[in-house]
């Protein structure tokens, strides 16, 4: 079981930046692949970003790619997602997840949710 928390969410101006954070419970935090993905109001939820349990490899989409970068640190149990030129579109809740591949968080179904924390950006 793995317990996931997310913080550092809030409100922001256009064109700042923010860094949310993702604390994982248990030892086994490393053996996980992290993503994050984000729900906006009246749309489906939808992928961000995803790094593989070494931090090899990682895994942007495309609407954030040079704006937003996941990383991850395991001695800390946390997972880190760094937004930069922040749009008034990336206004969403933003949720942690965990799966046993890269590919899964990518792809889904994630094994593990957090709570989700919001992200507003005003124009």
């Known amino acids: 079981q793995v317990q996931l928390v997310e913080s550092g969410g809030g409100l922001v101006q256009a064109g700042g930046s923010l860094r949310l954070s993702c604390a994982a419970s248990?030892?086994?935090?490393?053996?996980?692949?992290m993503g994050w993905f984000r729900q906006a109001p009246g749309k489906e939820r939808a992928f961000v970003a995803a790094i593989s349990q070494s931090g090899g490899s990682t895994a942007h989409a495309d609407s954030v790619k040079g704006r937003f970068t996941i990383s991850r640190d395991n001695a800390k149990n946390t997972v880190y997602l760094q937004m930069s030129n922040l749009k008034p579109e990336d206004t969403a809740v933003y949720y942690c997840?965990?799966?046993?591949?890269?590919?899964?968080?990518?792809?889904?179904?994630?094994?593990?949710w957090g709570q989700g924390t919001q992200v507003t950006v005003s124009s």
């Open positions: 248990g030892r086994t935090f490393s053996s996980y692949a």
């Open positions: 997840a965990a799966a046993q591949t890269l590919g899964t968080v990518v792809h889904g179904p994630s094994d593990y």
